[in-house]
Each structure stands twice: as structure tokens, then as C-alpha cells.
């Protein structure tokens, strides 16, 4: 993702976190060329952290990417 860096808005440890993230999946034409990168916004203990980035390179560990892709996962990470 290309956003600024933003401070870390998280409870003390040991404490419960809330996360609402809303992705946008990349689109393909017929030929299976992107025509639209991905897109995400995370909202984290009610403060918008990511709002509508677009997300610019590969992620997850060098899995594929495409139409016929298998679908993935969201890691999150502390």
C-alpha cells in the first residue's frame, strides 16, 4: 500500500481491538489485464487508518494474482 505511515492508535496490550476492513478486489478486462487495482479501507478501534488506498504492488507472499486466481486472505500483523 502507497499512504502515509500513521501512528499507532491501538489499546495497551492485552486489551480488545476492533478492525473493520472493506476491500475492493482488483478488476480484469476479458484478456485478464488489471484495469483497476485493488483498493482497501481499514478502520481500526473506530479511526479511519486507510481510507480507500489503492493498493499499488503484489501481496501475500508472492501468491498469484489475476482473474482465476484462488481466492486469498487478509494477514494482520502487531
Known amino acids: ?3 502515509e505511515r500513521h501512528r499507532e492508535r491501538g489499546p495497551p496490550t492485552q486489551t480488545w481491538q476492533t ?3 472493506e476491500c475492493l478486489q482488483a478488476r480484469y478486462d476479458a484478456a485478464g ?3 483497476a487495482n ?3 479501507t481499514v478502520v481500526w478501534n473506530g479511526v ?3 481510507d480507500d488506498v489503492e493498493i499499488l504492488r503484489p501481496t501475500g507472499g508472492s501468491r ?3 482473474p482465476t486466481a484462488a481466492r ?3 494477514e494482520l500483523r502487531q
Do not use: K, L, Q
Open 1 to 3: 500500500m502507497e499512504s
Open 19 to 21: 478492525y473493520e476492513i
Open 33 to 35: 489485464v488489471t484495469v
Open 38 to 40: 485493488p483498493r482497501v
Open 48 to 50: 479511519t487508518v486507510h
Open 64 to 66: 498469484p494474482a489475476g
Open 72 to 74: 486469498a486472505w487478509i
